[in-house]
């Protein structure tokens, strides 16, 4: 999803972050049509057949996996579930910290996961929703927030 001026910050912060990091990377992609009730109530989200939905050029190389999600919850579809087995730690990162972050990160606690946000390398379009999702995964949730 294009936010302007901050998503380019974003995509600069998230590619510096990156490149030295070894682990692997999974590129989650939010995927709607426009007959998805979560598009219907909120006209922000990518549509498939649409530019929005593409992971930038620039960002592209860095991903050593990709999942598109249908919901906010990146585990809600079995198969990035199968993928993350094998880990105990999960950092996150992205758009949407007030939907697609913090309700996968709840979702990862849950099962027993430890969750890290790397909070300079997520945003959300309303500074205020941002603020409050961090708040929640940090006081409520257990989450760990870190700015390196």
Do not use: W
């Not at 979560?38 to 999942?67: C, E, M, S, W």
């Not at 949407?96 to 990160?105: Q, R």
């Amino acid at each position: 999803m294009y936010q302007g001026d901050k998503a380019e910050t974003l995509k600069i912060r998230m590619k510096d972050y990156l490149k030295g990091f070894r682990n692997p990377k999974v590129f989650i992609r939010e995927k709607r049509s426009i007959n998805d009730p979560f598009y219907k109530a909120d006209k922000t989200f990518n549509i498939a057949t649409t530019g929005d939905y593409q992971v930038p050029d620039d960002l592209r190389p860095l991903a050593d996996f990709f999942h598109d999600k249908t919901r906010y919850n990146a585990l809600y579809e079995p198969k990035i579930k199968t993928f993350l087995k094998s880990y105990r730690h999960i950092g996150l990162m992205g758009l949407e910290t007030h939907t697609s972050i913090m309700f996968t990160a709840e979702e990862l606690v849950s099962t027993g996961y430890d969750v890290t946000v790397i909070e300079p390398c997520t945003l959300s379009r309303d500074d205020y929703l941002h603020g409050y999702a961090i708040s929640i995964m940090s006081h409520y949730l257990g989450v760990r927030i870190t700015d390196e």
